[in-house]
């Protein structure tokens, strides 16, 4: 299996990331999950269109143009022969020695790309089954729309549904409900499909982008809108959404059952609009 180190493609051995990189020392840097179904890249743009922004926020100039890095993925899932996995790219600002917290000039550093893939089928037993989850205080910062690789804040909250024997963290702020700790959360009440809006609380995840279009051009209600802990507790369906587990229902939050504890009927329809979306 190939890598993608700046610009090449090479062996994973062959990668040297210096020790003073600040992806390293600082978490100062970006990434994306991009998942790929029959050899072809899924949203892709959107992907490449996320990290720009991202980039724009914390005032890293990308090395690539939007065309360049999606001509670099392709022939990384080429190469490997990818059919439906998984493509893990990050970019960091690169290397400042020494060690300085204020960004370094932009002729001292070159950030530092890499991109790697796995080959994941896709999880149809869960996806059916369901997970189940706890729900957790968001202590994390107020720049979640950032797809920082500073993901302290989000893996210690895994962490804590792990040592619960759970699947997922679905994190609050106050009363309301922000996202989990590596995906969205949605719920259904009525037949409306409420979300958290998009702005600094969330990740603007782009499965929930592709699931609320589907489920628009379905007939369903669609509000983004916030929701509270109780309405999420008193939710007929909820479901979490991912590149990795696209639409995940839940079927368990702190012990109790959500609805009658088995996937339902809206997020069964929207895992089906969503196939249609990726063949
Ligand atoms: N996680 N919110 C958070 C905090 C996330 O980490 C993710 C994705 C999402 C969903 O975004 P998208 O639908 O664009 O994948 C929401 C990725 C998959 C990860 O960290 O592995």
């Known amino acids: 299996m190939k890598v993608i ?3 090449q493609l ?5 990668v040297k990331i210096d020790m003073e990189d600040r992806g390293y020392q600082f978490a100062d840097g970006l990434y994306e999950v991009i998942r790929a179904y029959n050899g072809i890249l899924f949203t892709a743009e959107q992907h490449v269109e996320r990290l720009f922004t991202g980039a724009k926020k914390i005032d890293l100039i990308l090395p690539f143009t939007r065309e360049e ?3 670099l993925l392709n022939e990384l899932i080429k190469e490997n022969s990818i059919e439906t996995g998984n493509i893990y790219l990050q970019i960091t600002r690169g290397v400042s020695s020494p060690r300085n917290h204020t960004y370094p000039k932009i002729e001292f550093t070159s950030p530092v790309f890499t991109a790697s893939t796995t080959v994941v089928p896709r999880n149809l037993e869960t996806m059916k089954d369901g ?17 920082s690789i500073s993901l302290l804040g989000n893996i210690m909250a895994k962490h804590e549904a792990h040592k619960k024997g759970k699947d997922e ?3 609050y702020r106050d009363e309301a409900v922000t ?4 995906s969205n959360v949605s719920i259904i009440k009525n037949k409306i499909l409420y979300t958290h809006p998009d702005g600094n609380l969330i990740l603007s995840g782009i499965t929930k982008t592709v699931l609320l279009k589907v489920a628009r ?15 999420l507790k008193e939710a007929d369906e909820v479901f979490a959404s991912s590149t ?17 504890g088995k996937r339902g009927p809206v997020v069964k329809l929207l895992q089906e609009l969503y196939v249609n979306e990726v063949e």
């Open 69 to 71: 890095l999606i001509y």
């Open 244 to 260: 990795t587990m696209e639409a995940m229902p839940v079927v368990e939050i702190d012990d109790k059952p959500v609805g009658d």
């Open 217 to 231: 051009q379905r007939g369903i209600i669609v509000k983004e809108e916030t929701f509270t802990l109780k309405d």
């Open 169 to 171: 963290a679905i994190l």
């Open 179 to 182: 996202e989990c700790s590596a």
């Open 10 to 14: 090479v062996e994973r051995e062959d």
């Open 5 to 7: 180190w700046n610009n």
């Open 131 to 147: 997970i189940k989850v706890i729900t957790l205080p968001d202590m994390r910062w107020l720049h979640c729309d950032i797809k």
